[in-house]
């Protein structure tokens, strides 16, 4: 009798805490350690998206780069169909980040010494408006922040050229294949020869010497 009541009693305790603890299922997304996440998007064009995912990923408080396609009319655009022109996207990276880890200063700091600002409508060998720089501010605050880094930059530049990326309001984002994202890990010896056969490199260090990214 003892035992009936023993397991009555503990199947009775064990229902209560189930029905009083969230399933995981059941944590909001965003959510970590209890806490939420606040989270915040930033979005670059610098050329070719595989060359634009690395220096993101590697800064602490980055959560997540995404390369896609931004900027143009075209709904849903293929690779194929950016790449050939006339869609009016550009290749961009989106990148997630944590605001209270790095800040969008940082973010654009990063962004200017890893493109040529001084072209129009191209990106070291690759040519076409589809390859053109260019920040999409999120809002007023980062339009501020991108137009006040562009005047900073202008005056402290190590170059002769003119700065001649463009400030734009961020729009639809369509994500590209599955293919496409972070090429630079799944094909590194083509990313390589890509890279280098496309003097990214060699011209990063003519701008910025130092400070070129990589």
Same mark, same amino acid.
């Given at each position: 009798?003892?035992?009936?009541?023993?397991?009555?009693?503990?199947?009775?305790?064990?229902?209560?805490?189930?029905?009083?603890?969230?399933?995981?299922?059941?944590?909001?997304?965003?959510?970590?350690?209890?806490?939420?996440?606040?989270?915040?998007?930033?979005?670059?064009?610098?050329?070719?998206?595989?060359?634009?995912?690395?220096?993101?990923?590697?800064?602490?408080?980055?959560?997540?780069?995404?390369?896609?396609?931004?900027?143009?009319?075209?709904?849903?655009?293929?690779? /194929?169909?950016?790449? $050939? +022109?006339?869609?009016?996207? *550009? %290749?961009?990276?989106?990148?997630? =980040?944590?605001?209270?880890?790095?800040?969008?200063?940082?973010?654009?700091?990063?962004?200017?010494?890893?493109?040529?600002?001084?072209?129009?409508?191209?990106?070291?060998?690759?040519?076409?408006?589809?390859?053109?720089?260019?920040?999409?501010?999120?809002?007023?605050?980062?339009?501020?922040?991108?137009?006040?880094?562009?005047?900073?930059?202008?005056?402290?530049?190590?170059?002769?050229?003119?700065?001649?990326? /463009?400030?734009?309001? $961020? +729009?639809?984002?369509?994500? *590209? %294949?599955?293919?496409?994202?972070? =090429?630079?890990?799944?094909?590194?010896?083509?990313?390589?020869?890509?890279?280098?056969?496309?003097?990214?490199?060699?011209?990063?260090?003519?701008?910025?010497?130092?400070?070129?990214?990589?």
């Amino acid at each position: 009798m003892r035992s009936g009541v023993t397991a009555f009693l503990f199947l009775a305790v064990i229902t209560l805490f189930a029905a009083q603890t969230p399933a995981a299922n059941d944590i909001a997304p965003g959510r970590k350690g209890g806490a939420v996440m606040q989270t915040e998007i930033a979005t670059f064009a610098g050329g070719c998206f595989w060359c634009m995912e690395r220096p993101f990923d590697e800064l602490q408080g980055v959560i997540s780069v995404t390369s896609g396609y931004t900027g143009g009319q075209t709904k849903n655009p293929t690779y /194929e169909e950016v790449s $050939a +022109g006339g869609t009016g996207h *550009a %290749e961009a990276v989106q990148v997630v =980040y944590d605001p209270s880890k790095v800040g969008y200063a940082k973010l654009l700091d990063v962004f200017w010494h890893n493109i040529d600002p001084t072209v129009s409508n191209r990106q070291f060998c690759d040519v076409g408006r589809q390859y053109r720089s260019a920040i999409f501010y999120h809002g007023d605050e980062q339009r501020r922040l991108a137009e006040q880094s562009k005047e900073a930059m202008e005056k402290g530049k190590p170059f002769q050229g003119a700065i001649v990326t /463009e400030i734009t309001q $961020a +729009g639809e984002f369509y994500p *590209a %294949e599955e293919y496409h994202q972070h =090429y630079y890990r799944k094909n590194p010896v083509r990313y390589l020869y890509y890279r280098t056969g496309c003097g990214r490199d060699q011209r990063l260090k003519e701008l910025w010497g130092a400070k070129a990214g990589h």
